[in-house]
């Protein structure tokens, strides 16, 4: 009775749209209970009607309800999952709307766990136990529960279709195999899917490849984009530096000028005042004598006259000269033509060297353009000649300086030191420095190498001269198993098809360096988007066994 009891609230505390206990139990005005995310769902499908309905009772709202978690009803379903049994067990998972329901169930049915694809009906846990049981059903297949069980019945003759009928590629049942379809291309259904499975399995890898390699295009991308920003973001910094420069040597130049005809107006209106003032003093004291010269004209003592005259007769040289009444206005005019000159000569530099600032988008774009066949590739092929005042005193030069090979044990160059040779590692470097559009390709025998490019001044010795440990130089390492990039004493797995010769392929000034899968056909393995503040030099490095290689190929 108590079992019949918790059974009871068990019903009374489920949700009639998932079947189950309440979650965050909610309940509408007209007193059903739901969970809340069920009837949100239930009433999500109405909101092109804008009225929403009890699931139940069918009583509308509208607008649509705002429902709050119902504490109580929340709090009597934890309480009867604490003394209950456990929830939903295997004989209570009843079948809801979007679940397959138990064929062989009578009244409320369970939820199915399984279809039989002999016996075209579906399960639950209890009525399946024979299936597991009985030897009678060992040999039927039992897949996840379907709806789609009939669409294997014939509709015609109403048999199982075992059969795949080539010719009309469609599935039918052994009668058909002698009626319409007699002498067509028929073969057993699971054959043909065994066929199918094969090719769906060769589309896969297809897609995931295609899926690879857009993921890699995308990442490359990403890096154009962060290249291009990076770039932009300099060239703009620059050019306000040299702008404020230029601007700060005008207003230099403007204070200069400003300054320098200040000054020759000071001394020159000095000068003019100066000569104004003695000019002025002469004119009064010209004045004054003229005053004395008119008196002693009335004078009637005769006598008088004679004795003053010759005193007051006799003038003074004048301080000036007709040159002053000719200095011309326009004396600073030289300085506005010249300035006038500069500046129309300033104009035509602007004029002709924006040009070639314009142009260099151009320029940018045909650099970022990198080749994307072998053929294309070749056509930068740079020649690859190893320093073997670089190597290390365990490889051997040979092949004219293109092949290094590992002799262990064996000291190759003992009477012989030099201070660009790499001491702790087995490495080397080429002579050619690198700029512009190169490429090149490394084949290599042995355990593994590094394929690198440098700079002239990275490390000789120690772990900071390893090619990827420092920010020096940049490396693909390979083994018979896989690739990895380093660069700064980072390490990151490369994905790409296995080969004994790579490709690289530099792009100095557009700061592009790519390694390349190369065998029939050619892969991209890693690319990296940077500046190069020097020119590069190719190098490889041998890691483990006596007789291992890296040869320069000669390229047609």
């Known amino acids: 009775m108590a079992q019949k009891g918790v059974q009871l609230e068990r019903e009374m505390l489920s949700c009639p749209i998932c079947l189950d206990l309440l979650k965050d139990p909610v309940t509408t005005s007209c007193g059903h209970s739901y969970c809340m995310k069920c009837i949100k769902g239930f009433w999500d499908g109405e909101d092109e009607k804008k009225i929403h309905s009890c699931p139940q009772c069918r009583q509308s709202f509208t607008p649509r309800p705002v429902l709050l978690k119902h504490t109580m009803l929340a709090a009597l379903v934890e309480e009867l999952k604490k003394t209950g049994p456990p929830p939903a067990p295997a004989d209570l998972c009843y079948a809801g709307a979007e679940d397959v329901a138990c064929d062989v169930c009578t009244g409320r049915k369970l939820r199915a766990c399984k279809s039989c694809l002999v016996c075209l009906a ?82 896969r890898l297809n897609i995931q490849q295609r899926i690879q390699d857009g993921e890699k295009e995308v990442k490359l991308l990403q890096q154009e984009v962060e290249a291009v920003n990076g770039s932009a973001d300099k060239a703009v910094e620059d050019s306000e530096k040299m702008f404020t420069e230029l601007i700060r040597l005008m207003e230099k130049r403007s204070s200069d000028v400003k300054q320098q005809v200040r000054s020759q107006q000071k001394r020159e209106v000095s000068r003019v005042k100066e000569l104004q003032e003695k000019l002025e003093q002469e004119i009064s004291e010209l004045k004054r004598r003229d005053a004395e010269l008119k008196l002693l004209s009335h004078t009637e003592d005769h006598n008088q006259f004679l004795h003053s005259y010759p005193s007051l007769s006799a003038l003074s040289e004048a301080t000036h000269s007709s040159s002053t009444n000719i200095r011309p206005l326009t004396y600073f005019e030289d300085v506005t033509a010249a300035l006038s000159a500069v500046r129309d000569k300033l104009q035509d530099v602007l004029r002709e060297e924006w040009t070639h600032v314009s142009s260099t988008e151009v320029e940018v774009l045909l650099s970022a353009a990198e080749p994307t066949t072998r053929a294309g590739f070749l056509q930068y092929s740079q020649k690859i000649k190893l320093d073997p005042n670089t190597a290390s005193t365990w490889l051997v030069l040979s092949e004219g300086s293109r092949k290094a090979t590992l002799v262990e044990f064996v000291y190759c160059l003992s009477s012989s030191s030099h201070p660009e040779r790499f001491t702790s590692y087995l490495q080397v470097l080429s002579r050619e420095s690198l700029t512009g559009r190169c490429y090149w390709e490394v084949e290599w025998r042995g355990a593994a190498v590094c394929v690198a490019v440098a700079y002239k001044n990275i490390s000789r010795a120690g772990g900071e001269s390893v090619f990827g440990n420092n920010d020096k130089s940049w490396s693909l390492y390979c083994d018979q198993n896989s690739y990895s990039f380093s660069y700064n004493n980072i390490l990151n797995p490369v994905s790409g098809p296995l080969s004994s010769r790579v490709g690289v392929y530099l792009d100095h000034r557009a700061g592009i360096l790519s390694f390349h899968s190369v065998s029939e056909t050619m892969t991209l393995l890693h690319r990296v988007q940077t500046t190069f503040t020097q020119p590069l030099h190719a190098g490889v490095r041998l890691y483990y066994d006596d007789g291992d290689t890296a040869e320069f190929c000669k390229l047609k």
């Open 122 to 203: 579906s399960y639950c846990d209890q009525h399946l136990q024979p299936h597991y049981e009985s030897p009678v059903f060992k040999k039927h297949k039992l897949v996840e529960p379907s709806k789609k069980l009939q669409e294997n019945i014939c509709s015609r003759h109403d048999e199982v279709m075992k059969l795949f009928c080539r010719t009309d590629q469609q599935c039918i049942c052994y009668l058909c195999s002698v009626d319409e379809h007699k002498g067509h291309d028929t073969v057993l259904a699971a054959a043909e899917r065994t066929e199918r499975q094969r090719e769906l399995e060769g589309s």
